[in-house]
């Protein structure tokens, strides 16, 4: 294949085009200082390495970027391949553009492996790097665009493989989010080709067999189009294009429809002088062609968070064939077209930093200050990356953008984190609905607040949007350190009393930099969670007593557990802790799997967030803890005689199903002293029912003489503890 490279004066000219105050001589000094730099080097293609920047310069310039941008182009690959320095560049072409070249630099130094912690480390390097200048950003994409273009050059498969994949799931997003519509849909469009190769050729080969059934039918809709417009006196620009074979394929997986039925495969673009004139277009259009249900879209009145606006339906057109249409003025055209390029061209100076696609950048900044590890950011901006819109309003009528599925407590966060923080319901369309409700398109959303409030755990699970994530994860972190600063404080207290010695704040400040804190209450945190033992701490403050250590104790949370034992009296030893005594201010709780009850042999699981639950030691969920011991307490129970507390514990029940069987059941259970707080029946057939209940029993003794008695209880089949 014979490709044809941009020369010098054709950079030039086209820059010139449309910046004719552009800087000429700079422009041909950068130029020649990467044709040098770059010297003999040659591409997988095997033309010179210099045609590469020279290209990528020549995309930049159809979005009529300004003259640092277009040589930030030039020169974006000098400093990873060549040996220019930042200060020779700096010193030629001026601080603006050494500062874009080093941060394209970075850019492309970022690799996206496919090991998740560090594509996460390495996108959360990259916002940081583009949200210095967007420009840097649409240069990496221009960059990425001609990489694209000449992909097939490139001989490992793996490595064209981890490339696309990474337009796909990177670029593209990225393309699209600040607004360049093009480029997203080619960039998406070449990845295609490389990781769905049978795919793409099968919807290219349907494309050619419908245009060979007609004739140019493209021009023939335009033209029919323009004719319509001009009899009711629109003044338009019509064009016309499939849409890209990726944008087929998407459209056919998402709405699972296989090729004959999609027949939409082609968009005109209508562009008319006013916003007034596009719904008159509109108008004429409906009038004029029966219009497909439920494909009409208002972006003009509510524009998508990259600032796109444009009308668009779809309707059985010329000749019945179905076919999209978007209207739009010349300035939404050029948005599209050009996203936040728009906003930077040559002619718009200082960009609206205030603009839509800012915003987005400046969203994510903030959410990359609240995340705790780059995992938990790249977690937050994927999921919203690929998410769809939906629009809802505050009850003053402003508009809140959410991404699809994006529930109240979400909107909440948008409103502002401190309604998100407190907020306890919410009113929907005047009615009160869960905070969990999943808001739709047009939604009014009130939000009720309570300064008593604050973030609920459980509400991690239904958000969908970063900051509301970020802002729940991080309360979460923050009572978790509260628990195990509660925690780790009376580790220590009884650490050291049980040694004799007193536990003083001034004391374990003088120990911090052992341990590497700077607070007390951060070391208190430490012993908290296990990585510090009380003994360490102790020895720690009183060295002498590390002399007369015997044997090491065990350096966990277990270790508290056995000390707070009561001494062994008689050699007897006593297995008698109070569960509820054992950890003051760490939640505690039944596990529901196998409802613990006194007398049953149990241990605890400490749960980051909600504290310990308590098991049966025979309950299965354990297994999945095996080979986490710094996790286990080992606990016992501490219940004075005759104490009144009654437990719940759980049995299932095989019933005959008679006439009274079931109140035979509960006048046994009842005689016995149990109390039925709970009864389901699972299973109904034609001789039995199968029910659960839950019981609340003094202990497990207690719960086994029940169980004695009913399967005594001739009605009754069969009965057994419940274990889950
Ligand atoms: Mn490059």
Not at 138 to 162: A, P
Not at 410 to 436: Q, T, W
Not at 700 to 719: G, W
Request: glycine letters at 6%; charged letters at 25%.
């Amino acid at each position: 294949m014979v490709r044809t490279v941009i020369r010098q004066f054709e950079l030039v000219e086209k820059i010139k085009a449309y910046d004719p105050l552009a800087n000429e001589e700079l422009i041909n000094r950068a130029y020649v200082f990467a044709m040098k730099a770059h010297g003999s080097q040659k591409r997988a293609s095997g033309d010179p390495y210099f045609s590469h920047p020279l290209e990528v310069a020549g995309i930049l310039t159809e979005f009529k970027l300004d003259t640092d941008t277009i040589i930030t182009a030039l020169l974006h690959d000098t400093i990873e391949d060549t040996e220019v320095t930042l200060d020779e560049i700096s010193g030629q072409f001026g601080d603006p553009v050494a500062r874009m070249v080093d941060g394209v630099t970075k850019l492309t130094r970022i690799e996206f492996q496919s090991d998740q912690a560090k594509q996460a480390e390495n996108f959360r390097k990259f916002v940081l790097a583009m949200s210095e200048d967007i420009r840097v950003l649409l240069v990496k994409l221009s960059d990425r665009l001609h990489n694209m273009r000449t992909l097939h050059y490139i001989g490992q498969l793996e490595k064209r493989q981890r490339i696309a994949r990474e337009t796909m799931d990177i670029y593209a997003p990225l393309a699209e989010r600040i607004g360049m519509q093009e480029m997203k849909q080619e960039l998406e469009d070449l990845a295609f080709a490389e990781l769905n190769c049978d795919g793409r050729q099968s919807i290219l080969n349907r494309l050619d067999f419908l245009r060979a059934k007609g004739e140019d039918l493209i021009s023939v809709i335009i033209e029919e189009l323009q004719e319509l417009l001009s009899k009711n006196k629109i003044k338009a620009e019509v064009n016309g294009r499939e849409k890209t074979p990726y944008s087929i394929w998407r459209k056919m997986k998402k709405n699972d429809v296989g090729f004959e039925q999609l027949s939409d495969t082609m968009a005109f673009r209508i562009i008319v002088s006013d916003v007034e004139t596009c719904y008159h277009t509109l108008g004429v259009a409906h009038a004029a062609y029966p219009a497909v249900p439920g494909r009409f879209k208002d972006y003009l009145s509510t524009p998508k968070p990259n600032g796109y606006s444009s009308l668009h339906t779809s309707v059985f057109g010329p000749e019945r064939h179905r076919i999209e249409l978007q209207i739009r003025t010349r300035r939404m055209h050029e948005i599209a077209e050009y996203g936040v390029a728009a906003h930077w061209n040559y002619k718009q100076g200082i960009p609206d930093s205030e603009g839509p696609q800012y915003r987005w950048l400046r969203e994510l900044l903030e959410i990359l200050e609240h995340t705790a590890g780059p995992e938990e950011f790249l977690e937050h901006t994927k999921l919203e990356m690929f998410s769809d819109q939906v629009f809802s309003f505050t009850p003053r009528g402003d508009l809140i953008n959410l991404p699809h599925s994006a529930t109240a407590v979400d909107f909440a966060y948008a409103v502002h984190s401190e309604v998100g923080d407190c907020c306890v319901g919410a009113k929907i369309n005047g009615r009160m609905m869960p905070l969990r409700t999943q808001l739709q398109n047009g939604d009014q959303v009130e939000i009720i607040t309570s300064k008593a409030q604050t973030p609920s755990p459980p509400w991690e699970r239904f958000v969908v949007t970063g900051k509301a994530r970020a802002h729940i994860r991080r309360f979460i972190r923050l009572q978790e350190k509260q628990e195990y600063e509660k925690l780790g404080h009376s580790i220590l207290q009884h650490a050291f009393s049980k040694a004799d010695y007193e536990l003083t704040e001034k004391g374990l400040a003088g120990v911090l930099s052992i341990f590497k804190q700077d607070s007390v209450s951060s070391l208190y945190a430490e012993v908290g969670n296990g990585n510090v033992s009380g003994r360490q701490v102790l020895e720690a403050v009183y060295p002498v007593l590390r002399k007369s250590r015997g044997k090491a104790l065990v350096e966990n949370v277990v270790s508290f557990a056995q000390a707070r034992r009561k001494k062994p009296k008689n050699g007897e030893v006593l297995r008698r802790i109070s569960i509820k005594g054992l950890i003051p201010g760490m939640a505690m709780h039944m596990a529901g799997c196998c409802h613990p009850l006194p007398g049953d042999r149990i241990v605890g699981i400490i749960t980051i967030g909600s504290g310990v639950t308590v098991h049966t030691i025979d309950c299965e969920t354990l297994e999945a803890f095996t080979n986490m011991s710094e996790r286990w307490l080992d606990l016992s129970w501490e219940i004075p005689e005759n104490s009144p507390e009654m437990h719940v514990g759980r049995i299932n029940l095989s019933v005959l199903n008679v006439p009274g069987s079931l109140g035979d059941l509960s006048t046994v259970i009842a005689k016995n002293g149990g109390n039925i707080s709970n009864l389901k029946i699972v299973n109904r057939s034609e001789e039995f029912f199968d029910i659960l209940i839950d019981i609340e029993v003094k202990d497990v003794k207690h719960l086994t003489d029940v169980i004695a008695v009913l399967r005594a209880t001739p009605a009754i089949n069969a009965v057994d503890r419940g274990r889950g």
